[in-house]
């Protein structure tokens, strides 16, 4: 079973290696102003005519050549093809001939020009292309060459099948070991959940795809040898072999021919890689604060180093873009097209939301671990990305906010110059006119006092803000101890504003009213802890 397509592959490649010499062979895919004019025996083109002797056209030519050969007896199909030099209307011509009987004749208008073949070099291929076809004929006649070759084609179809059986139960043990443990748990053994399984899916279509490639291979082989077996279909099995061999030769000539280009494309990666590294190291520098450089601030040091990565990393594709393998394909330009006029229709609000954390993070207007108030939201921030930034509320609620909405409105950092003295606070309440300004600052300076987490060693500051029609606005700002939170400092302070003010009488409840009550409105000492209040 191996010698013979051991032959066919040695064949293909004594075709191969002759490949300018065979250019000027009649072709296996004729065109259809062709088919009329050539001599096709067997399955094999022998011969295109191209000029026309006297008043026979190529197309009489052809024509008359099959009908000639149609007539030979089965004695002159025993005697070797011969060519022997003639002359036909004054010019030089081949003739081929087979037991004394002319077939056809080549003349010099019959060449190609572009092959540089001489007349007795064309008569000389056409002949041995006319006898292989006459050995093919008398082997085709042969009852042992016929059991021969169906006797290899059973054996060839039984290991064909034989070669199924294993790969596909091969395929299924690997897919039942796939599923134990997958090939990328032993390289990762401590991935996440997610990661392995999307391991173990590609590692399972690995092994279906190198199993269909497999199988589809060995179908392709077998079918070669097959048709090789038999003269009469002996052509398309040659066929099917240099298809195999044209394909590898194609695919070898295009990794020889990229060498180049993908050494290119792998000295710009390097060059890059190596720039970004080096940038990486001083941003580390600027970040840690062991060196410092105008207009780089730790802030911006996160953001400057995405964006300076992204940049070497588009330039480099575009430098190395000429010199990857089918840059300049239709198919490579095409598909640049698509994905290009993708990102520009889908791009505009994605890069409104880029161009808004662009702004976010060089303003330096937050930072993750500021206490801020945006928009309606008061919190922690905990990350500032380049299309949102994510907040971690009072309640312990997660709020995303888009960066454009942020830049479009008032950004409050409450914690930005906190001193030593701790996070200023401020709270306010409004009191009718009757309430003297006085008592009414002494109040609010012993409910911050009485608040536990504010820091009682900086005064507390009172402002009147304003006199308004029925009251006065009055603004306490504290300073809180750190790591205390500010909403909880404020719903203390808040409390223990309300003990105060009804400690000493004075309402608290703004009036909107033309004329005072007869009784003043406060909560009682008596009723001061009514449930569910404990003391």
């Known amino acids: 079973m191996v010698g013979p397509w051991y032959r066919l592959v040695l064949f293909a490649l004594l075709l191969l290696l002759s490949g300018s010499a065979s250019a000027a062979e009649p072709r296996d895919e004729l065109l259809d102003s062709e088919t009329a004019r050539t001599l096709t025996l067997g399955n094999r083109p022998v011969v295109v005519f191209m000029a026309d002797i006297g008043a026979m056209t190529p197309e009489y030519r052809a024509a008359r050549a099959r009908e000639r050969i149609r007539h030979l007896e089965p004695d002159d199909v025993l005697q070797p093809v011969t060519a022997s030099r003639i002359v036909v209307a004054d010019n030089p011509a081949i003739l081929l001939s087979i037991n004394n009987k002319p077939l056809f004749a080549l003349v010099g208008k019959d060449l190609d020009p572009t092959e540089n073949l001489t007349l007795d070099e064309a008569g000389r291929r056409t002949q041995v292309r006319l006898e292989r076809i006459r050995q093919d004929y008398l082997e085709q006649r042969r009852p042992e060459q016929l059991v021969r070759g169906g006797v290899l084609s059973l054996l060839a179809t039984a290991f064909l099948g034989g070669f199924l059986f294993v790969i596909r139960h091969l395929h299924t043990a690997w897919l039942r070991r796939c599923l134990r443990k997958p090939l990328g748990r032993l390289l990762l053994p401590t991935a996440p959940f997610w990661l392995g399984d999307l391991m173990r899916r590609i590692e399972a279509g690995l092994a279906g795809l190198l199993a269909m490639v497999l199988s589809v291979t060995a179908g392709y082989l077998w079918l070669g040898f097959v048709l090789t077996r038999f003269p009469y279909t002996r052509s398309w099995g040659e066929q099917l072999g240099g298809s195999v061999i044209s394909l590898l030769t194609r695919f070898s000539d295009g990794v020889i021919g990229a060498m180049p280009g993908l050494f290119a494309v792998l000295v710009i990666i390097l060059l890059a890689r190596f720039v970004i590294r080096l940038l990486d190291w001083l941003f580390d520098a600027v970040q840690r604060g062991r060196l410092e450089l105008p207009g780089l601030h730790r802030e911006t040091v ?182 205390m939170a500010p909403p909880d400092i404020r719903a203390a302070l808040h409390a223990a504003i309300q003990d105060v003010f009804n400690e000493y009488g004075v309402q608290i409840m703004s009036p909107h009213f033309m004329s005072q009550p007869d009784t003043v409105v406060k909560v009682g000492e008596e009723h001061r802890f009514d449930p569910p209040a404990v003391k």
């Not at 089918?326 to 290009?340: H, P, Q, T």
């Not at 507390?460 to 306490?476: K, S």
């Open 302 to 483: 996160g953001a400057t180093r995405r964006l300076t990565t992204i940049a070497i990393s588009v330039f480099a594709l575009v430098v190395a873009y000429p010199y990857l393998p089918g840059a300049d394909s239709e198919a490579f330009k095409g598909v640049s097209v698509f994905l290009g006029l993708m990102v520009t229709l889908g791009s505009a609000g994605l890069v409104n939301q880029a161009m808004s954390g662009l702004v976010l993070v060089y303003s330096r207007a937050l930072k993750p671990g500021d206490f801020v108030h945006l928009s309606d939201v008061e919190g922690t921030v905990t990350e500032v990305g380049p299309l949102s930034t994510k907040l971690i509320t009072r309640n312990d609620h997660e709020v995303t906010l888009p960066n454009s909405v942020i830049v479009g409105g008032k950004i409050t950092n409450l914690s930005r110059h906190v001193s030593d003295d701790g996070l200023a606070l401020t709270t306010r309440i409004t009191i009718g006119y009757d309430a003297p300004w006085r008592q009414v600052h002494a109040m609010l300076a012993l409910a911050a006092a009485r608040t536990v987490g504010v820091n009682t060693r900086i005064e507390p500051l009172i402002r009147q803000l304003a006199l308004q029609d029925f009251y006065v606005e009055y603004e306490l700002q504290v300073r809180i101890a750190d790591g």
